[in-house]
């Protein structure tokens, strides 16, 4: 230190800071040494580093100087030191919190950085820094293009020390960017007229206290940009709402060119814009001055009607498409997750560098270098490579995925919630309820109001239950807490308090609830896993609100009555849970069965004659006959067997699981035949073989799948 600051006392300055500054030192980087006249030279080159890095770390320490982060970052000094001589009570406590936290081995070294850096810039003692100090770390990596690393730990940590006020929002809110005003959205279009401005932003003031913001943003958009600015665009001298005949002909021949998807809500908004300040200006002499005949007429709204049931009916032939996909959706993200779990256990019991074996085929642990070990991507994870993966693979990653591909999947199938509800789900949802009578526990799911802000409960099946209770399990933290996470409201622009959503994932070392996005991706992967592809090899698109239709067409056709969908569903009108019936109406059905059931009883009696014994007889046979080696045939009445009683390969075979070591049998003795048509070259034999064999394991699938029913245990509320 001393060698130091006897360079420094030849600069000009009160302060050694000031002096260090004049020296040119402070946004230096490693040849600071010669800046200050390179006290060490001729000195041997460790001795030198040792001396200089000691020295300039202590002083940091003690805050004789307060060096800047560029200096900071290009220097590097002995971070190591300066916490030793610096507050280390302080970062012994953050080591605690970081290890009861089981916190990333980089991230933590990542936050240690942080503070030490934000120390030494700042100078001050910890209990008096601010957020500020932290966002103007941020600000400088921001600056330069990097990410800060490590500072998303920092500022939970000070939170959870008491440095930083309890009430001090989490990082994500504290640098998020207020969603605009009205008069921010309007001035986004540049409205030229002052008048037509003040106008709009009125209009939308009024409106917005019965919108959400969503629908406010939308509005504007409608009004400003597809409207006025069009308007404005093409008569350059508009400045009241008075517009002629041809010239809103114009505009709404500029609006319909292209695809019709979207231009009807256009004219709802203008429509409703002449309608709403024609009502209001009987009570208000303002909006008097602006009341005007609209150019728009409902004959120009028709279409909607139209464009809509062509909508619906594209959306319910989709449904039908997607209905018979589901089962396999929902078996190939629980095989596919079963399977990833059993790598990931047989690869993480391998060495780094060692081959392993599972399910007959050989695996290679890769081994990470010092880097990617201690980076995210590298710590605590396992990387494999042969097989089926080309490439080297993230496992851990991969088992994460098939996880919650398998949670999202499973829980939009079991409950037709919307996407908002979804990521809004939280452990405080769940609750037991009992029964008065019998005392039957029923779990059941409380899900917040959202697009219709409606409020409801459902029935939680031992399916969900089962969902539920691992998802629960693998977000807790050691002691079983679910740790507390913000949402982002992407539709309202805001953010919610902490609360202890059910999924959650980590990004970086701050957990945060699973958005919208997050699940849109995690149901395209599961799409993509089970290879449901079409008849020109394209993926089927599933969407959260497929599953929402599905869930409604499934309860209807098992007879479930169209209101008490309607309240399952949250729908305020049962036009709109009608909407969803459409795809397979029973109501048509019960009407044309009706409809024929008229027409016999107009027929002569006699065209109707008794069964007699035989045919009576013959009724029974067929079902007799039904009964096969490995289960039983499920074709319909009165028709005879299209598969030449080849049971093994047919697909309306019900195999019976008492069956299973019968079929065990057959797969052996096909195994054994298959080896001998390969030994004697019979290749039309063998293709028969593979045939059967394949049915034959399919069936033996079907045996062994069963399906959980247990309950996992709920908290008393």
């Given at each position: 230190?001393?060698v130091?600051?006897?360079?420094?006392?030849?600069?000009?300055?009160?302060?050694?800071?000031?002096?260090?500054?004049s020296?040119?030192?402070?946004?230096?980087?490693?040849?600071?040494?010669?800046?200050?006249?390179?006290?060490?030279?001729?000195?041997?080159?460790?001795?030198?580093?040792?001396?200089?890095?000691?020295?300039?770390?202590?002083?940091?320490?003690?805050?004789?100087?307060?060096?800047?982060?560029?200096?900071?970052?290009?220097?590097?000094?002995?971070?190591?030191?300066?916490?030793?001589?610096?507050?280390?009570?302080?970062?012994?406590?953050?080591?605690?919190?970081?290890?009861?936290?089981?916190?990333?081995?980089?991230?933590?070294?990542?936050?240690?950085?942080?503070?030490?850096?934000?120390?030494?810039?700042?100078?001050?003692?910890?209990?008096?820094?601010?957020?500020?100090?932290?966002?103007?770390?941020?600000?400088?990596?921001?600056?330069?293009?990097?990410?800060?690393?490590?500072?998303?730990?920092?500022?939970?940590?000070?939170?959870?020390?008491g440095?930083?006020?309890?009430?001090?929002?989490?990082?994500?809110?504290?640098?998020?960017v207020?969603?605009?005003?009205?008069e921010?959205?309007?001035?986004?279009y540049?409205?030229?007229?002052?008048?037509?401005?003040?106008?709009?932003?009125?209009?939308?003031?009024?409106?917005?206290?019965?919108?959400?913001?969503?629908?406010?943003?939308?509005?504007?958009?409608?009004?400003?940009?597809?409207?006025?600015?069009?308007?404005?665009?093409?008569?350059?001298?508009?400045?009241?709402l008075?517009?002629?005949?041809?010239?809103?002909?114009?505009?709404?021949n500029?609006?319909?060119?292209?695809?019709?998807?979207?231009?009807?809500?256009?004219?709802?908004?203008?429509r409703?814009?002449?309608?709403?300040?024609?009502?209001?200006?009987?009570?208000?002499?303002?909006?008097?001055?602006?009341?005007?005949?609209?150019?728009?007429?409902?004959?120009?709204?028709?279409?909607?009607?139209?464009h809509?049931?062509?909508?619906?009916?594209?959306?319910?032939?989709?449904?039908?498409?997607?209905?018979?996909?589901?089962?396999?959706?929902?078996?190939?993200?629980?095989?596919?997750?079963?399977?990833?779990?059993?790598?990931?256990?047989?690869?993480?019991?391998?060495?780094?560098?060692?081959?392993?074996?599972?399910?007959?085929?050989?695996?290679?642990?890769?081994?990470?270098?010092?880097?990617?070990?201690?980076?995210?991507?590298?710590?605590?994870r396992?990387?494999?490579?042969?097989?089926?993966?080309?490439?080297?693979?993230?496992?851990?990653?991969?088992?994460?995925?098939?996880?919650?591909?398998?949670?999202?999947?499973?829980?939009?199938?079991?409950?037709?919630?919307?996407?908002?509800?979804?990521?809004?789900?939280?452990?405080?949802?769940?609750?037991?309820?009992?029964?008065?009578?019998?005392?039957?526990?029923?779990?059941?799911?409380?899900?917040?109001?959202?697009?219709?802000?409606r409020?409801?409960?459902?029935?939680?099946?031992?399916?969900?239950?089962?969902?539920?209770?691992?998802?629960?399990k693998?977000?807790?933290?050691?002691?079983?807490?679910?740790?507390?996470?913000?949402?982002?409201?992407?539709?309202?622009?805001?953010?919610?308090?902490?609360?202890?959503?059910?999924?959650?994932?980590?990004?970086?070392?701050?957990?945060?609830?699973?958005?919208?996005?997050?699940?849109?991706?995690?149901?395209?992967?599961?799409?993509?896993?089970?290879?449901?592809?079409?008849?020109?090899?394209?993926?089927?698109?599933?969407?959260?609100?497929d599953?929402?239709?599905?869930?409604?067409?499934?309860?209807?056709?098992?007879?479930?009555?169209?209101?008490?969908?309607?309240?399952?569903?949250?729908?305020?009108?049962?036009?709109?849970?009608?909407?969803?019936?459409?795809?397979h109406?029973?109501?048509?059905?019960?009407?044309?069965?009706?409809?024929?059931?008229?027409?016999?009883?107009?027929?002569?009696?006699?065209?109707?004659?008794?069964?007699?014994?035989?045919?009576?007889?013959?009724?029974?046979?067929?079902?007799?006959?039904?009964?096969?080696?490995?289960?039983?045939?499920?074709?319909?009445?009165?028709?005879?067997?299209?598969?030449?009683?080849?049971?093994?390969?047919?697909?309306?075979?019900?195999?019976?699981?008492?069956?299973?070591?019968?079929?065990?049998?057959?797969?052996?003795?096909?195994?054994?035949?298959?080896?001998?048509?390969?030994?004697?070259?019979?290749?039309?034999?063998?293709?028969g073989?593979?045939?059967?064999?394949?049915?034959?394991?399919?069936?033996?699938?079907?045996?062994?799948?069963?399906?959980?029913?247990?309950?996992?245990?709920?908290?008393?509320?």
């Amino acid at each position: 230190m001393g060698v130091i600051l006897a360079a420094l006392s030849v600069f000009e300055g009160d302060t050694w800071q000031a002096r260090w500054e004049s020296a040119g030192c402070q946004d230096a980087g490693v040849d600071w040494r010669q800046r200050i006249g390179g006290p060490w030279e001729g000195i041997h080159v460790k001795r030198s580093a040792d001396e200089s890095g000691h020295g300039i770390a202590d002083l940091i320490a003690m805050d004789v100087i307060r060096p800047s982060y560029t200096w900071l970052r290009r220097a590097l000094p002995r971070f190591h030191r300066i916490r030793r001589n610096r507050h280390p009570e302080f970062f012994a406590r953050m080591v605690e919190h970081g290890t009861a936290r089981a916190v990333a081995p980089p991230n933590f070294g990542n936050s240690l950085v942080v503070m030490t850096k934000v120390l030494a810039r700042t100078g001050l003692p910890v209990e008096q820094l601010l957020p500020e100090h932290l966002l103007e770390y941020r600000d400088f990596q921001i600056g330069r293009g990097q990410k800060p690393d490590g500072l998303t730990y920092a500022w939970s940590m000070l939170k959870d020390l008491g440095v930083f006020d309890v009430s001090t929002p989490g990082l994500l809110q504290a640098v998020s960017v207020e969603r605009p005003s009205v008069e921010q959205m309007i001035d986004a279009y540049e409205i030229r007229s002052g008048p037509v401005r003040e106008m709009l932003i009125r209009y939308l003031k009024s409106r917005a206290v019965s919108l959400d913001y969503s629908t406010l943003r939308w509005l504007v958009y409608e009004l400003a940009k597809n409207f006025w600015s069009d308007i404005e665009a093409h008569n350059p001298g508009a400045h009241s709402l008075h517009i002629g005949f041809d010239e809103g002909r114009a505009w709404l021949n500029r609006l319909l060119q292209g695809p019709l998807a979207g231009k009807h809500r256009s004219l709802f908004a203008v429509r409703a814009l002449y309608l709403d300040i024609a009502s209001w200006a009987t009570d208000d002499a303002y909006w008097a001055q602006w009341a005007a005949p609209s150019f728009l007429t409902r004959e120009d709204t028709k279409g909607a009607a139209k464009h809509k049931l062509r909508t619906q009916a594209r959306i319910h032939q989709r449904i039908r498409d997607l209905g018979p996909l589901l089962p396999r959706l929902l078996s190939s993200t629980a095989t596919e997750l079963k399977s990833a779990q059993a790598l990931l256990a047989a690869g993480t019991a391998t060495g780094p560098g060692d081959d392993f074996e599972h399910q007959g085929i050989v695996y290679q642990r890769q081994p990470l270098s010092q880097r990617t070990s201690s980076s995210p991507r590298g710590a605590g994870r396992v990387w494999i490579s042969g097989g089926r993966f080309e490439r080297r693979v993230d496992l851990t990653q991969l088992e994460e995925n098939c996880f919650w591909s398998w949670a999202l999947v499973n829980t939009l199938n079991e409950t037709g919630v919307r996407i908002e509800e979804l990521v809004e789900i939280t452990t405080l949802a769940l609750s037991i309820y009992r029964l008065p009578g019998s005392g039957e526990a029923l779990p059941l799911l409380q899900t917040v109001p959202s697009k219709t802000d409606r409020e409801r409960v459902l029935l939680v099946s031992p399916e969900l239950a089962h969902v539920f209770a691992l998802v629960k399990k693998r977000i807790s933290r050691a002691d079983g807490i679910v740790p507390l996470t913000i949402r982002y409201d992407e539709a309202e622009r805001l953010y919610s308090a902490p609360l202890p959503h059910l999924f959650q994932t980590h990004i970086g070392s701050e957990r945060r609830a699973m958005s919208p996005g997050r699940v849109r991706i995690a149901i395209r992967s599961a799409v993509a896993r089970a290879g449901l592809r079409d008849e020109t090899g394209a993926e089927y698109r599933f969407t959260p609100h497929d599953f929402r239709r599905l869930f409604a067409t499934s309860a209807l056709a098992a007879g479930l009555p169209i209101h008490i969908l309607a309240k399952l569903m949250g729908h305020q009108n049962i036009v709109t849970t009608q909407g969803y019936a459409a795809v397979h109406d029973e109501e048509t059905f019960r009407h044309f069965r009706r409809f024929v059931d008229r027409r016999r009883a107009l027929r002569p009696r006699e065209d109707y004659l008794d069964p007699s014994s035989a045919e009576i007889q013959e009724f029974h046979d067929h079902f007799k006959k039904r009964k096969v080696e490995l289960g039983s045939c499920g074709r319909a009445y009165g028709t005879p067997c299209i598969h030449e009683h080849a049971c093994i390969r047919c697909p309306v075979l019900r195999p019976d699981p008492l069956q299973r070591p019968r079929l065990e049998e057959l797969i052996e003795a096909l195994m054994n035949r298959k080896i001998e048509a390969e030994e004697r070259g019979w290749l039309g034999e063998l293709e028969g073989i593979e045939i059967s064999l394949n049915a034959a394991r399919d069936k033996l699938v079907q045996m062994r799948t069963q399906v959980s029913l247990g309950l996992p245990t709920f908290p008393s509320p």
